[in-house]
């Protein structure tokens, strides 16, 4: 079932790099483009991200400007996990045609979501229906935009650099959800607020939440525009030079790569360990307003809760990438520090909203905290699960690896979404599946056996 280490001959490369000599170096090169390549993709993954977490942190308001209910503003959310569905073929895409196509294809299906959104119909029935129709679309740019980083990282970037490259590719889209948490509610005013004209205090009306989603809804409309065409002219497929012996070697078939991921134990393991906590967590915070408000935190206090959880997730996942690639061979230790964090904090979240029972002292300073440290030590750990199961892998291309987990994620954040569509009143269970998924994955983890197949091959073929 292969749960054992790979052998010898499992990392020879199946494609031996060419030399110019006896004791000469492989013929690879890294280019100053990339870094324009990664912006692009990242800047893609962060209006994916605003896109699909848009409605969560305006919920109130949402459902007062267009007659949303709760459990619609679930099903706007779902819509993400939902675009994971024909994931095999935009993984296929990837692997034959590269980057390029399959994320010309992303961009411009989020560009034509983003425009369906934005249509002003005075008719609210049929505008609910194309915002549906608008965050569908935008869902189906994720299985590129959330699982192409690693593959993005190998193609371009040099060994030294792989871990960090696939931080900020695959962060981006989570650092686009904590932006909407930030935009939202700052631009968009709660309906229980009142604003004052002419000197008289007045509650805000639907027309003027109206307005301003209105106008966000056009400003990334262009933002995507804009990302449309950058992407059309300046993101090619792959550099002239393979940076790397791993990115110049050949790797398995379309075919062969699933066969080997859904017979390798240790690979399902890593990838559950990755999924569960990661997809809870998606569906949790795409509806923490609706989990806080129990709780008597408004909806702007839940958005900067939501934007501080991811930002530093964000923030503290580059750096341990960082970290990741200048020690190389530690990713369990750093997994099993970052999970057993999250279990912690995700316990002491859950136990302070029930302060009733257990009695602790629920502040609103409590509250930040724990909900805060549990995005960090969840999101910050995205890009090392990358990795480690990149290496576990090899050489299994990293487009398919990644688009298997990252798929196995939203089916988590579906099924969760799905179950709050039909029990949306009382959502103490969800504080209650968050820790159990962050518990469920340190065990899996403590357990794995980890090999660094890639980095063998880096190391002592190129040298």
């Known amino acids: 079932m292969g749960a054992g280490s790979s052998t010898e001959a499992e990392r020879e490369p199946l494609l031996v790099p060419s030399y110019t000599g006896t004791n000469s170096p492989v013929n690879s090169r890294v280019y100053r483009r990339r870094w324009l390549v990664l912006t692009l993709f990242s800047l893609l993954g962060l209006m994916q991200g605003m896109i699909w977490n848009f409605w969560g942190p305006i919920q109130n308001s949402a459902v007062l400007a267009y007659g949303f209910s709760n459990s619609e503003i679930a099903v706007l959310v779902l819509w993400g996990p939902v675009g994971f569905v024909p994931w095999l073929l935009f993984m296929w895409l990837m692997d034959k045609k590269g980057l390029r196509v399959s994320l010309l294809l992303s961009a411009f299906l989020m560009l034509l979501g983003a425009g369906l959104r934005s249509v002003p119909l005075p008719d609210l029935h049929l505008r609910r229906w194309l915002i549906h129709g608008g965050q569908l679309l935008n869902g189906l740019a994720g299985p590129t935009t959330m699982s192409a980083g690693p ?104 075919r062969s790569s699933i066969c080997r991921l859904l017979s390798n134990l240790r690979f399902l393991m890593v990838a559950l360990a990755y999924a569960v906590p990661t997809g809870v967590i998606a569906g949790w915070t795409g509806v923490l307003d609706m989990v806080l408000t129990p709780a008597k935190v408004s909806q702007v206090d839940a958005g900067w809760i939501g934007f501080w959880s991811t930002i530093g997730g964000c923030v503290f996942g580059v750096a341990m990438a960082r970290f990741a690639d200048s020690i190389r061979g530690m990713l369990k230790l750093i997994l099993v520090l970052m999970l057993a964090g999250a279990s912690l904090s995700s316990t002491w979240f859950t136990l302070t909203c029930l302060s009733s029972v257990t009695h602790l002292p629920s502040t609103s300073a409590i509250l930040y905290t724990s909900c805060i440290l549990t995005g960090i030590f969840i999101n910050s750990s995205v890009p090392i699960f990358f990795e480690l199961l990149i290496e576990t892998v090899y050489p299994v291309p990293e487009g398919i690896t990644c688009g298997v987990v990252t798929f196995l994620g939203n089916l988590f954040t579906g099924l969760l979404l799905f179950f709050l569509t039909f029990y949306c009143t009382d959502v103490t269970w969800l504080n209650w599946c968050l820790t159990g998924s962050c518990i469920f994955s340190l065990t899996l983890i403590l357990f794995f056996r980890e090999s660094y197949d890639r980095l063998y091959l880096d190391v002592f073929v190129s040298v």
């Open 151 to 254: 593959y993005l990282s190998t193609t371009w970037f040099a060994p030294d650099q792989r871990a960090t490259a696939t931080a900020v590719a695959s962060l981006f889209c989570y650092l686009g959800g904590a932006a909407s948490f930030l935009v939202g509610p700052l631009v968009v005013p709660a309906p229980n607020v009142s604003q004052t004209v002419n000197g008289v205090a007045a509650a805000v009306s639907d027309n003027s939440i109206q307005d301003r989603i209105q106008l966000i809804l056009y400003a990334e409309l262009a933002a995507v525009g804009v990302l449309f065409t950058a992407i059309f002219f300046f993101f090619p497929s792959w550099p002239p030079i393979p940076p790397s012996v791993a990115a110049a070697s050949q790797r398995l078939s379309y």
